[in-house]
């Protein structure tokens, strides 16, 4: 499960300049535009980590199984984001209550409750499907917690949101492209102004 974001913006920015540069025969132009695209890409990443931790109340660690920045070289100008992210977390990371088994008789008469987004409420933890019981938490064969639910004889444990899911709102994703735009453009304008300095004195 994977989203890739990239920002048109500085595209569209890198292919005009190049164009400028390399018409004055400006040699470096290739390594000054992936200085400030890589600048840009690496604001970038920050910022969508920055998302992860004020999304979800899980860890970060959890979150955010891997944020890849692909970078840019001086013959390969394009950088791109990419999340990747398991199908969804366990619901036990998000702020679960109870957080350990509870004896029959002592579990909540709700179910387990959990809070997913910082924003938002504490809600009972319950199955997409019908029919399913109550939630409660047991321990997992392969080690740790998780709350779960039972069909008849069969268990299902519960999941929360993935990684993804914290990207995939447009308004986050704006943000990835606003940052990093913003980012490279004055970065770039640096790298130009170091290069053109070079030019006059040559």
Not at 151 to 174: C, F, I, T
């Amino acid at each position: 499960m994977s989203i890739t974001i990239t920002a048109e913006g500085m595209d569209t920015a890198v292919r005009r300049m190049q164009a400028v540069l390399d018409a004055v025969g400006e040699k470096n132009a290739g390594t000054a535009l992936a200085r400030a695209l890589n600048r840009g890409l690496q604001s970038a990443r920050a910022e969508a980590l920055r998302i992860g931790r004020t999304a979800y109340t899980a860890r970060p660690d959890d979150i955010f199984e891997q944020v890849r920045a692909r970078r840019a070289g001086r013959s390969h100008l394009e950088a791109t984001l990419e999340v990747r992210g398991r199908p969804g977390m366990s619901l036990i990371h998000f702020e679960a209550t109870p957080n350990r088994p509870q004896r029959p008789g002592s579990r909540p008469a709700d179910g387990v409750r959990v809070r997913i987004r910082k924003d938002g409420s504490r809600k009972v933890a319950r199955s997409h499907k019908p029919g399913g019981s109550k939630s409660f938490i047991i321990r997992k064969p392969q080690g740790g917690y998780g709350v779960f639910v039972r069909h008849g004889q069969e268990l299902e444990m519960l999941y929360g949101p993935s990684p993804v899911q914290a990207l995939q709102r447009a308004d986050s994703q704006e943000r990835l492209v606003e940052r990093a735009e913003d980012v490279f453009s004055r970065r770039l304008r640096h790298e130009l102004d170091v290069l053109l300095s070079g030019i006059v004195r040559g």
